[in-house]
């Protein structure tokens, strides 16, 4: 088998890797000591270690991509437009579009020390510890649904209104182009969403697109949230989609992704989903939150096209986590705790 000509483990590849950055980023001094992150299921990252500091580098996957993924452009914009915000984002520091450098464009952003925490139960934490990192989370995520989208330059990041019509035909489409098998859950959750649209009137703000756990940097004993990564979902929409998705786990089985569900919450410190619910409302604003299936469900349904594609990338190859093939099979389990919970609550 060749190896990938762009593989920034290769010497050539490092070296001119080296060199475009020390003439693109002020302070920039190799050599390099390349780290690969494997949590990740889509763009891959690198944590680069030099003599005088720390950085990472996020890239586009190599080989054909879904249309509008893996925009890191995006990314790199929002961070750049947060840097002054109270959402605690990486320092932006170069973004890259020649894919000659690594093969596909990047881009360069600070490094944060903390602590990544990929098991909900927080089985290192105590339980006041556990249900700090949770409300800090709920925390982030109104300070993020609070910002000034015009203010800080991102008034034109996505369309104000229509939210859900567009995403659910978008992760239709994405879902229908990744497909490998019918799933039976997912068709019925195609089928409900676009009957059962929320009656509240849509609000407009940034959205994350994936605000969970594993997508921040804590402090080690859960005191803060000291980064939020892994912004390419990101748009301006509906906020209480990414509430849904933050809080799927709640429907999700313990076997799988360390879901709640017939986990003793209380006993481990953990808040229950509905004083999450209210302290979000009252951050943000809301009198109430309304059609909370209706988010629930959109959230399971989005997991499930977003699942279907890391399968079908690992499928191809071009998977940038070694998991994601055992990850994307999951897809037919997400879809059917969508399908149970709509005909339950539906």
Known sequence: MTAEPFDLARTEVLDRLTVYLERAVPGFRGPIRLHRFTNGQSNPTFRIDTDGGSYVLRKQ??????????QIDREFRVLSALADTPVPVPAAVHYCADPGIVGTPFYLMGHVQGATFGDLMLPALSPGQRRMVMIRLIETLAALHSVNVKAVGLGDYGRPGGFYERQIAVWTRQYRAAETDRIEGMEALIA???ANMPKDPERTTLVHGDFRLE???????????R???????????EPLADLGYHLMHHY?????????V?????????????????????LTGRPAINDWTFHVAFALFRSVGILQGVYARALQGNASSPYALERGRKARLVADVGHALIRTRG
């Open 262 to 282: 017939g986990v003793d919450t209380a006993a481990l410190g953990l808040p229950d989903e509905a004083e999450l619910l209210d302290l979000y409302a009252r």
């Open 227 to 237: 980064a939020v990564l892994d912004w390419e979902l990101s748009t301006l929409g």
């Open 215 to 225: 997508n921040c940097i804590a402090a080690e004993d859960g005191s803060a949230i």
């Open 61 to 70: 996957p190599p080989g054909t991509l879904l249309p509008k993924a893996h």
């Open 252 to 260: 999700m089985p313990a076997s799988e992704f360390g879901g709640y």
């Open 192 to 194: 409900w969403l676009p």
